[in-house]
């Protein structure tokens, strides 16, 4: 069956420091994924997606995410984390041929001032 | 360009009550999606739709039903209202082929007592 796990409720980070957070699946075959963002009170918003080709991919609000096939993940990272970064962080996958896509329980991110 | 709009935004009803969510959009999306959401535990797909006239269940179904007569439009109607369906209801919408990423509504906050 396919899935996907963000093993982490909630990552704590200081403003400016770079941030990580994690993000594994499983399915068989090829695999689209993706992140989104959730702010208090509104619906989820795109961040970015792999589908193919390079495996860092770069999205919204300077994030980037790294694709990494052997170890089955897709990482969101930033360089350098802002306040208004803190939201709820979620991690999405689809399987080609498939119309639904699967999302994990996400990942609450708190930027510390 | 209003993207995917919901009503309503709140609602309480009475166990045994019916209603219906309203989701719209207006970007000739063929993909509409419907979510619910509850605290640690993401987004459970209830249904979804891959053009009008075609409807699929989801992981979540029972207890609601919908339907899809324009490429706009897709309610979700909950019959014999529970108080397991107390959530946030999210409708989406995305163009499939290779883009597949989703575009959120609002959302509907409901409470069953």
């Known amino acids: 069956a396919q899935s996907v796990a963000q093993p982490e409720d909630q990552v704590n980070v200081a403003e400016g420091n770079p941030l990580t957070v994690k993000c594994t699946y499983s399915v068989s075959g090829n695999p689209y994924l993706f992140w989104y963002v959730q702010y208090p009170n509104r619906g989820l918003q795109f961040l970015l997606k792999?589908?193919?080709?390079?495996?860092l991919v770069k999205g919204s609000y300077g994030f980037e995410a790294e694709f990494n096939k052997s170890q089955t993940s897709f990482h969101l990272k930033k360089p350098s984390a802002l306040v208004s970064d803190s939201a709820l962080y979620f991690c999405?996958?689809?399987?080609?041929?498939?119309?639904?896509?699967?999302f994990g329980k996400g990942t609450r991110l708190h930027i510390l001032p | 360009n209003a993207g995917v709009t919901q009503t309503p935004k709140f609602r309480i009803l009475k166990i045994g009550q019916s209603m219906t969510l309203q989701c719209t959009q207006d970007m000739n999306h063929n993909y509409m999606y419907w979510y619910r959401q509850d605290p640690g535990m993401g987004l459970k797909l209830i249904y979804y739709?891959?053009?009008?006239?075609?409807?699929d269940k989801g992981e979540v179904p029972n207890g609601y039903n919908v339907s899809r007569s324009t490429t706009e439009d897709f309610p979700l109607r909950l019959e014999l209202a529970a108080p397991s369906q107390t959530s946030v209801y999210f409708c989406a919408s995305g163009s499939g082929g290779t883009t597949y990423e989703q575009y959120f509504g609002p959302g509907t906050r409901l409470t069953v007592t």
């Open positions: 739709s891959v053009g009008a006239g075609i409807t």
């Open positions: 999405a996958v689809r399987v080609r041929r498939d119309d639904k896509i699967i």
């Open positions: 792999y589908i193919t080709g390079d495996n």
